[in-house]
């Protein structure tokens, strides 16, 4: 295949893919459980489980965690939960069904039971927020999530498992699901979730996470209408606490900085890695460009400032992959201006500048997002090349994956004279990233 047959190829699949739920439809990470309290962000220490407990000789049992694998078979109190809780049962055809050939689990109801850990305290509900709700495609005009504890679920072996399913929302403000993982030793378990062809797998067995299952809280979050399934454990206990997600108000403000998120979590940043691993991708290295998918008051002052952070939904993904991959990427202003605009009419093209003269397979992008620009340089009688400085940017060629949704007013330019005139210039906010050339990528580790 031609070099640029393939670039080609690869642009349009992650341009396909950015453009779709598929980048975002889930997310997780994790939270360091430590055993003396310390000044550590997004850190927790050991938890404590209670509940209620059917047995008359015991009104109110307690389980502490994180257990380890020597532990496992010996804690009174996990036995204990284990013979306290009650089968699971699962959704079908407006009914709640118990078959264990289908799903082999038990569970505790909220009402039954408490747990010193707050999803909200360590980051996990804002993640939430910031990267799956604004792309969840509700009708409800909100910005926030309310995470609502449903149930306790056990996972044991040899056998624990739960068939591919959907869930059913518990009501049309739900859009989605958080599982927690509780840290306890356990092997297998893995949950897998699938949209559109794609999957995702959150395997948070001592093995595949070296060790973290006995030290960290692991999360997942994931849409309603996502497939998922819980594999067989075939060790220890897999234990986890189940939140229904909600539409509610509110708004992080994490894009870059979510210590609770794994950026790798994402598909996304393993599409861009295998891109970015193809040497005849962008082989001369260049500037990758993504408009950025929701609007943003990229052209005033309060706005400005509030960049990174306020990135939301796919622009979030977008720039956490790109920054985790350790490319440079930042979000800048790109100017609507072409050769064949209202112009073209008062300048005299002979003067053009010669840098200018290829503009029409380029795009002029300021060199950061700027309050709005109010200039009268060039007049009638001035070369293109002094409006343009006046803004303040460059012409870039860039390979772009998204098309422009969302614009602001970004330049005013006054002209004087016999017939005086204001006209605007509109600018999109995009995220543009630094793509080096293959020879520099296989040089540097960091990169893809």
């Not at 047995?55 to 389980?63: C, H, Y």
């Not at 699938?194 to 999360?219: K, N």
């Not at 234990?239 to 998120?261: E, R």
Request: proline share 4%.
């Amino acid at each position: 295949m031609a070099a640029n047959t393939l670039q080609d190829s690869i642009t349009e699949e992650l341009s396909k893919f950015i453009n779709s739920k598929s980048a975002t439809f889930a997310c997780g990470g994790s939270v360091p459980i430590v055993s003396f309290p310390v000044q550590i962000s997004a850190s927790s220490t050991s938890l404590s489980l209670r509940w209620d407990s059917p047995n008359d000789t015991r009104s109110v049992s307690k389980l502490s965690f994180p257990i380890s694998p020597a532990a496992i078979e010996q804690d009174v109190g996990l036995l204990e939960l284990v013979r306290d809780c009650q089968p699971a049962s699962f959704g079908f055809k407006g009914n709640d069904v118990v078959d264990y050939s289908y799903r082999k689990a038990i569970k505790m109801d909220r009402s039954a039971f408490s747990i010193d850990f707050c999803p909200y305290e360590h980051g996990i509900i804002d993640t939430v927020a910031q990267l799956l709700l604004p792309n969840a495609g509700g009708t409800v005009a909100t910005q926030g999530v309310k995470a609502e504890l449903y149930k306790l679920n056990i996972y044991s072996a040899p056998s624990g498992f739960f068939k591919p399913h959907v869930d059913t929302p518990r009501s049309d403000k739900q859009f989605g699901s958080l599982v927690i993982a509780l840290p306890c030793h356990h092997e297998g378990g893995q949950l897998i979730v699938r949209h559109a062809d794609q999957s995702v797998t959150f395997d948070w067995g001592s093995s595949a996470s070296h060790g973290r299952t006995s030290s960290t809280v692991q999360w997942a979050a994931f849409y309603s209408d996502c497939e998922h399934e819980v594999k067989e454990v075939s060790e220890g206990y897999r234990i986890t606490l189940t939140y229904n997600l909600y539409y509610s108000q509110g708004v992080g403000d994490l894009s870059g900085s979510s210590p609770a998120m794994d950026v790798t979590s994402l598909l996304l940043y393993h599409k861009v890695k295998a891109a970015l691993e193809v040497p005849n991708f962008m082989a001369e290295g260049g500037s990758l460009g993504i408009f950025c998918q929701h609007a943003y008051a990229h052209s005033t002052p309060e706005g400005i400032e509030a960049f990174p952070g306020v990135l939301k939904g796919v622009d979030m993904a977008v720039y956490s992959v790109f920054l985790a991959i350790g490319l440079h990427i930042s979000v800048r202003p790109v100017l609507e201006f072409s050769l064949r605009d209202e112009y073209d009419d008062y300048y005299d093209m002979d003067d053009e500048d010669p840098a200018t003269d290829d503009c029409a397979e380029k795009n002029f992008i300021g060199r950061q997002l700027k309050s709005l620009v109010v200039s009268d340089a060039g007049g009638y009688e001035e070369s293109r090349k002094e409006v343009l400085e006046s803004y303040g940017g460059e012409w870039l060629n860039v390979n772009w994956l998204t098309n422009a949704k969302h614009k602001n007013i970004g330049y005013v330019h006054m002209a004087y004279g016999n017939e005086a005139s204001t006209s605007f210039k509109y600018t999109h906010a995009a995220l543009i990233v630094s793509i080096p050339p293959t020879a520099d990528r296989r040089n540097d580790a960091s990169v893809g």
